[in-house]
């Protein structure tokens, strides 16, 4: 439809508020790469409840700031450190599946599963705390489920929608918002506790562990007065790593999964690698260059990101009868784009999708899960027309890790369980808060023989 209406459209948005679509690449550019401290996020009450005024949600200086500071911790060799905890909760989760399936039950809801998979890992690397959540009952994971998992009913989203322009409307004494309200105050809650555990053990000198929390309290110690984060953006910087730490890695690996289950040829072909890599199936223990070796694995992970890309917005449009996965902007002064003059505070729409399924630069199986597109030498892929987790200064700082984690997570489930679709089963994608499989991500499962 953006042969119709051009790559720069004009709507309507809330209250009449004038709003542009955008998927021109040189206007996204400018926007993501060039300027990007002059396109500002719009308020987002809900969001900013969940994951605090960190990383995701500062502007200008404050941003500049924050990302100069935590670059360190997300280094190559921090990563490769991780490697040992990936693989640790990952056998956690393979083995709560084999034990379903010797049980006799083949058809399995796999959304909670991944989703405390990848909130007991950022727990553990992110601040050397256990959540233990696939193994026991846990207030987070409940707390983050009830924002993350509900169903999108037409009064949730209106009520998440209209609180950024009405911040009161989450005032209303209904259920909904008492659930929210509940869950945002133990996600707080945790966010200050597993602070304060790491300044009780820093008093006695440098904090050891390799976590991200105590590399941020090592470096912030080092750094001017002038450069430092506040002991409230510390506890922001939690929140954006509990939510963006665990939850972009989740519908990721879900998708992965369904995909995967919806090509059998093609989860047969990974398979294949997986085999020829680790013939053991019971000693899945990659190294970092083990695991970034595997070509068909890679390309597959990249394969499932343009398809569905994690840590972007969905917004219903109902002049198009579809949800379109955007990045959402407002410029913080006139802009001019080409032939257009773009007044202040208009909201822009940034089609990601219409970069990622664009047969300009993906060809004619634009719409295919095909993995061996990546192969293929004269594909043009840039940091213009692959945004999975944007790029520039505010392009996601952990992409790395969440890349490792998904590659160990997926290596060790298909070489241990082949996965397909359940018969009369129907699965969507999720409009909201969070593009998920919906209702739910439901496969059959067998193991695979060693």
């Known amino acids: 439809?953006?042969?119709?209406?051009?790559?720069?459209?004009?709507?309507?948005?809330?209250?009449?508020?004038?709003?542009?679509?955008?998927?021109?690449?040189?206007?996204?550019?400018?926007?993501?790469?060039?300027?990007?401290?002059?396109?500002?996020?719009?308020y987002n009450t809900s969001a900013i409840a969940i994951a605090g005024k960190g990383l995701l949600f500062s502007e200008g200086e404050d941003h500049k700031r924050q990302r100069k500071m935590m670059n360190p911790a997300f280094t190559h060799n921090n990563i490769k450190e991780m490697i040992p905890t990936f693989i640790r909760i990952t056998s956690t989760l393979k083995g709560l599946i084999e034990d379903e399936v010797n049980q006799g039950k083949s058809n399995i809801n796999f959304t909670p599963y991944i989703s405390k998979t990848t909130l007991d890992i950022i727990g553990?690397?992110?601040?050397?705390?256990e959540f233990n959540s696939l193994?026991?009952?846990?207030?987070?994971?409940?707390?983050?489920?009830?924002?993350?998992?509900?169903?999108?009913?037409?009064?949730?989203?209106?009520?998440?929608?209209?609180?950024?322009?009405?911040?009161?409307i989450r005032e209303i004494p209904v259920d909904i918002n008492r659930k929210f309200k509940n869950a945002c105050a133990v996600i707080n809650r945790v966010s200050k506790q597993l602070i304060e555990e790491k300044y009780n053990e820093a008093k006695n000198g440098e904090l050891k562990s390799k976590?991200?929390?105590?590399?941020?309290?090592?470096?912030?110690?080092?750094?001017?007065?002038?450069?430092?984060?506040?002991?409230?953006?510390?506890k922001y910087q939690i929140m954006t790593f509990l939510i963006a730490g665990h939850e972009t890695t989740n519908v990721t690996a879900?998708?992965?999964?369904?995909?995967?289950?919806?090509?059998?040829?093609?989860?047969?072909?990974?398979?294949?690698?997986?085999?020829?890599?680790?013939?053991?199936?019971?000693?899945?223990?990659?190294?970092?260059?083990?695991?970034?070796?595997?070509?068909?694995?890679?390309?597959?992970?990249?394969?499932?990101?343009?398809?569905?890309?994690?840590?972007?917005?969905?917004?219903?449009?109902?002049?198009?009868?579809r949800s379109i996965p955007i990045l959402k902007r407002a410029n913080s002064k006139d802009k001019v784009f080409g032939e257009h003059l773009i007044p202040k505070d208009t909201e822009l729409f940034i089609g990601i999708s219409a970069l990622h399924k664009s047969p300009e630069i993906w060809g004619s199986t634009v719409d295919d899960f095909d993995p061996k597109r990546w192969l293929d030498p004269s594909l043009n892929v840039t940091n213009l027309n692959y945004l999975p987790f944007l790029n520039g200064p505010r392009g996601c700082i952990g992409n790395k890790l969440a890349l490792t984690e998904m590659k160990i997570m997926l290596g060790m489930l298909i070489r241990n369980f082949v996965f397909q679709p359940i018969e009369g089963f129907h699965i969507s994608r999720k409009i909201f808060p969070s593009p998920k499989p919906y209702p739910y991500l439901g496969l059959a499962v067998s193991i695979v023989e060693s």
């Open 211 to 234: 976590d991200l929390l105590s590399l941020l309290i090592n470096i912030n110690k080092t750094l001017p007065v002038e450069e430092k984060i506040t002991d409230e953006e510390l």
């Open 135 to 168: 193994t026991s009952s846990n207030e987070l994971a409940e707390a983050y489920d009830s924002i993350l998992n509900s169903p999108p009913t037409v009064l949730r989203m209106t009520i998440s929608l209209l609180a950024n322009y009405v911040p009161l």
């Open 1 to 42: 439809w953006f042969k119709e209406y051009g790559y720069i459209i004009k709507f309507h948005g809330i209250f009449n508020k004038p709003s542009l679509f955008i998927a021109d690449p040189k206007i996204i550019q400018e926007i993501i790469l060039n300027k990007n401290y002059d396109f500002i996020k719009p």
């Open 124 to 129: 553990s690397v992110g601040f050397n705390y």
């Open 254 to 321: 879900c998708w992965a999964l369904y995909l995967l289950s919806e090509h059998p040829h093609v989860q047969d072909l990974l398979r294949e690698e997986l085999v020829k890599a680790f013939p053991d199936k019971s000693n899945f223990n990659p190294t970092f260059d083990d695991i970034n070796s595997l070509e068909y694995l890679n390309c597959v992970i990249k394969e499932s990101l343009r398809l569905h890309s994690p840590g972007i917005t969905l917004i219903f449009f109902f002049f198009f009868n």
